[in-house]
């Protein structure tokens, strides 16, 4: 028997691949939240004029993009549509719509059969991993200015 510490600071004891009660809520929660991370990242994608941000890396002519930003908003899409294709395979349901709230929805309905597959862990560190880095995109310590196109 493994005992493994996920980050919401309690012990999930290691006995079969499904997730523990504790771990299938912070996934559901996280689920709910990254389609809102999703909509601050598309705020964070042009400086707004005028704003007092920082611009940096932008020589080229042309709508100055957050290059951070950019690929968070790839990374969460990917990240859920990789997921929801895993269920739509292991199922007989169909594909939901390709956007982030469609997949993110749709995975929150089929978290109970998710929870108990055997990737039920990677789905669930990959998330968290997810989210934990777009915060830090979509979130930034203020006085911190990400570079644009780093």
Same mark, same amino acid.
């Given at each position: 028997m493994q005992e493994i510490e996920f980050r919401s600071g309690h012990l999930c004891v290691d006995t079969d691949p499904a997730l523990?009660?504790?771990?299938?809520?912070?996934?559901?929660?996280?689920?709910a939240l990254l389609p809102r991370v999703y909509g601050e990242l598309e705020a964070a994608l042009v400086? /707004?004029?005028?704003?007092?941000? #920082?611009?940096?890396?932008?020589? #080229?002519?042309?709508?100055?993009l957050?290059?951070? /930003?950019?690929? /968070?908003?790839?990374?969460?899409?990917g990240t859920l549509a990789s997921w929801a294709d895993l269920i739509v395979e292991g199922r007989t349901v169909r594909l939901p719509l390709r956007t982030v709230p469609a997949l993110a929805a749709f995975l929150r309905r089929h978290l109970s059969w998710l929870a108990?597959?055997?990737? /039920?862990?990677d789905a669930a560190?990959?998330?968290?991993a997810l989210l934990h880095d777009v915060l830090r995109i979509a979130r930034p310590p203020h006085g911190h200015p990400l570079p644009i196109g780093a």
């Open positions: 523990c009660v504790p771990c299938q809520e912070r996934l559901d929660r996280q689920l400086p /707004a004029p005028n704003s007092g941000d #920082r611009v940096t890396g932008t020589a #080229r002519p042309g709508i100055p957050n290059g951070p /930003a950019v690929e /968070a908003r790839a990374a969460i899409r108990v597959h055997p990737a /039920a862990e560190s990959e998330i968290d």
